[in-house]
C-alpha cells in the first residue's frame, strides 16, 4: 500500500467511525470491527432493509443501547443473548429487556422467577433491565438486530463477527468478569472466553421449553455472580430492578 492511499484509508476508517454513535471506550476497543468490511456489508444491508419499508427492530437510536449504557470500563457480567425481541415496541437494545410499558416475555419471567428463587427478590411489575445495566452488566445479543415479526432474520449478515470481536475485547480488556451463558447458541460462543481470568456460568436457556426440561431452574446465576464479583473486590449487582 502506498502512503496515499494508507492515508486515504485512515481517513475514510476515521470518518466512518465519526459516524457511530457508540460510548468512547468501546469504540476506541472495536474501531477495527466497526470499519470492517463485513460491518460496511451489513450497514448496507440495513439500509436495504428499510427501503423496502421493513420495520426494524430495536430502533436504529438503540441498536447500540448496550455498549453506551455500559461503558467498557465498567463491564462486570455479560449476559449473552441471541437476538432482539421481534414483537412491536418491544426491544430496547438490551439483551432479554423490553420497553417498560410492554408485558414481560415468557423468557424474561423465568429468569425473573429464578432471580426470585436465587436471591428472594421479587419479580418487578416490569422487564426494563437497564438497571443492570447501569451497574456494569453488558446485556448483548449476538445478533442485534431483526425484522418485525420474523425471529432471527438478520442472522448471518455480519452481526456476529462483530460481537466475537465483542466478546474478544471483554476477554481481553477486564478482569474477573462473569459471563452468563444461556443455552446452546451463547455457549459456543462462550469458547473465546478465557476461563482462567472470567467467571463462565452456563445453563439451559430460559425460554419455556428449554427452562421446563430442567437445567436454568435452579442455576442460581444472579448469587453465583455477585460472590465471584465480591471474591475479587468489585461491588457486586444489586438485581433489584425496582
Avoid at 496515499?4 to 485512515?10: D, F, I, T, Y
Avoid at 427452562?211 to 433489584?240: C, E, M, T
Wanted: hydrophobic residues 40%; glycine residues 8%.
Amino acid at each position: 500500500m502506498t502512503e496515499l492511499s494508507q492515508n486515504l484509508a485512515e481517513n475514510n476508517k476515521a470518518a466512518t467511525l465519526a459516524r457511530v454513535q457508540l460510548e468512547e471506550g468501546w469504540k476506541a476497543a472495536l474501531a477495527d470491527a466497526l470499519t470492517s468490511e463485513s460491518m460496511s456489508a451489513l450497514r448496507h444491508f440495513l439500509i436495504e432493509q428499510k427501503q423496502q419499508n421493513l420495520t426494524i427492530y430495536p430502533p436504529n437510536n438503540l441498536i447500540f443501547n448496550a455498549f453506551n449504557t455500559t461503558p467498557l470500563n465498567q463491564v462486570k457480567v455479560v449476559i449473552l443473548g441471541q437476538d432482539p425481541y421481534h414483537g412491536a415496541r418491544q426491544a430496547n437494545g438490551l439483551s432479554f429487556s423490553v420497553q417498560r410499558s410492554i408485558p414481560i416475555p415468557p423468557s424474561l419471567r423465568n429468569i425473573l422467577h429464578e432471580l426470585s428463587t436465587d436471591l428472594g427478590i421479587k419479580p418487578a411489575g416490569h422487564g426494563d433491565l437497564t438497571a443492570w445495566a447501569q451497574q456494569g452488566v453488558l446485556l448483548l445479543n449476538s445478533v442485534m438486530t431483526v425484522v418485525e415479526g420474523q425471529p432471527t432474520s438478520h442472522q448471518g449478515r455480519g452481526w456476529e463477527e462483530f460481537t466475537d470481536q465483542v466478546i474478544d475485547v471483554v476477554n481481553d480488556h477486564t478482569e474477573h468478569t462473569v459471563f452468563i451463558l444461556w443455552g446452546a447458541y451463547a455457549q459456543r460462543k462462550g469458547k473465546r472466553i478465557d476461563s482462567e481470568r472470567h467467571l463462565v456460568l452456563s445453563a439451559a436457556h430460559p425460554s419455556p421449553l428449554a427452562a421446563n426440561r430442567g437445567g436454568f431452574f435452579g442455576s442460581r446465576p444472579f448469587s453465583k455472580a455477585n460472590q465471584y464479583l465480591v471474591q475479587y473486590g468489585k461491588a457486586p449487582i444489586d438485581w433489584h430492578l425496582g
